[in-house]
């Protein structure tokens, strides 16, 4: 089973922030963050990822509470196109399967004009 | 660099065929994966492989098998087709040496119906 939760749905409008919210309470001290996207029927894309520090890149920013037991993504300025499905997932930080991706349902983002 | 590249795209199987979704990646990457995610729902992981010759069952083996005989390719084999096995099924692959950010690469999908 996934081990974070997500709301099943937000919306957000278009030009402002929005905020995906994600829960992680039982996340190991080398588990990882990692936020996918699945638009429509394409395969995920990756967006961002962390372990302490808050993390920025050309598409999000990804904010890590200080007990690690939660965190959000931000997409300071959604345009349509970021209406996606968004997947929370923690991961162990070595390989085998431990390092695996396992997606829960995620969260439906609705950017709306 | 093509990425990962899945074939067919589409198919619609009878009950009890077989066949084989073809997974190919051009970016050396050593971890492949194979996820089917049914309607609604988040990917299940089917089978990944660590490297050439090295398979291992993910959360939802069973009707499947894998080989991986060299880098590059990671087929999904379906023996004995059931309607449960309708789904869309996505191919990915991580680099894990060098740097391993824990990206994963994946294909469009192949999306199987099973009648």
């Known amino acids: 089973d996934a081990k974070t939760t997500q709301p099943p749905s937000m919306d957000c409008a278009e030009g402002r922030a929005a905020n995906l919210p994600c829960n992680h309470s039982?996340?190991?001290?080398?588990?990882?963050v990692y936020w996918y996207r699945q638009i429509h029927s394409q395969g995920p894309q990756y967006i961002i990822h962390?372990?302490?520090n808050n993390e920025t890149n050309e598409m999000a920013s990804l904010i890590i509470t200080e007990d690690r037991k939660s965190s959000t993504l931000i997409l300071p300025h959604a345009t349509l196109r970021d209406t996606a499905v968004y997947y929370c997932?923690?991961?162990?930080?070595?390989?085998?399967?431990?390092?695996?991706?396992?997606f829960g349902k995620g969260t439906k983002l609705s950017v709306k004009p | 660099n093509a990425g990962v590249t899945q074939t067919p795209k589409f198919r619609i199987l009878k009950i009890g065929q077989s066949m084989t979704l073809q997974c190919a990646q051009d970016?050396?990457?050593?971890?492949m994966y194979w996820y089917r995610q049914d309607p609604g729902m988040g990917l299940k992981l089917i089978y990944y492989?660590?490297?050439?010759?090295?398979?291992d069952k993910g959360e939802v083996p069973n009707g499947y098998n894998v080989s991986r005989s060299t880098t590059e390719y990671f087929p999904l084999r379906l023996e004995l087709a059931a309607p449960s096995q309708t789904s869309v099924y996505f191919c990915?692959?991580?680099?894990?040496?060098?740097?391993?950010?824990?990206?994963?690469?994946f294909g469009e999908g192949s999306r199987l119906t099973v009648l």
């Open positions: 997932i923690v991961r162990a930080s070595y390989g085998g399967s431990q390092g695996n991706l396992i």
């Open positions: 039982t996340i190991s001290g080398n588990e990882y």
């Open positions: 492989s660590v490297g050439a010759g090295i398979t």
């Open positions: 970016m050396n990457h050593n971890y």
């Open positions: 962390g372990l302490k």
């Open positions: 990915a692959s991580r680099l894990t040496s060098g740097g391993d950010t824990g990206e994963l690469f």
